[in-house]
């Protein structure tokens, strides 16, 4: 089997990221996803108030650890940003009601 290129990767990795930020998009758009995703903004799986001492040089797991939670809290903001975008927009067109602060 031939081996990616590195441009055959970072396509794929682009497709992949656009599709979790649609379908990300797509669960934020009731009200009960929308607050899924806003804990999951909260919630960090990067170790904090030195739960874990990673000594004076961290090992590759924090630094790994750090990048896939910042990917996920960049993801989940697209789609926030991505829902807030469209909402806007359709009330604009008079398509939807503005939505009040409880919602």
Same mark, same amino acid.
């Given at each position: 089997?031939?081996?990616?290129? /590195?441009? &055959? ?11 979790? %930020? ?5 669960? $934020?758009? $009731? %009200?009960? $996803? +929308?607050?899924?995703?806003? +804990?999951?903004? +909260?919630?960090?799986? *990067? ?6 001492? /990673?000594?004076?040089? /961290? ?7 750090? *990048?896939?939670?910042?990917? *996920? ?17 359709? &009330?604009? +067109?008079?398509? *939807? ?7």
């Amino acid at each position: 089997m031939l081996q990616p290129s /590195p441009e &055959q990767l970072e396509g794929r990795l682009n497709a992949h990221r656009k599709l979790l %930020v649609a379908l990300t998009a797509f669960i $934020g758009e $009731g %009200v009960e $996803g +929308r607050a899924f995703l806003e +804990r999951m903004l +909260r919630d960090s799986e *990067i170790v904090a108030d030195h739960e874990e001492d /990673p000594g004076v040089e /961290p090992d590759r797991s924090f630094a790994t650890q750090q *990048i896939a939670d910042e990917e *996920i809290q960049s993801i989940v903001m697209a789609a926030l940003s991505r829902v807030r975008a469209v909402k806007s927009y359709e &009330q604009s +067109r008079g398509d *939807i009601a503005p939505e009040s602060e409880d919602e």
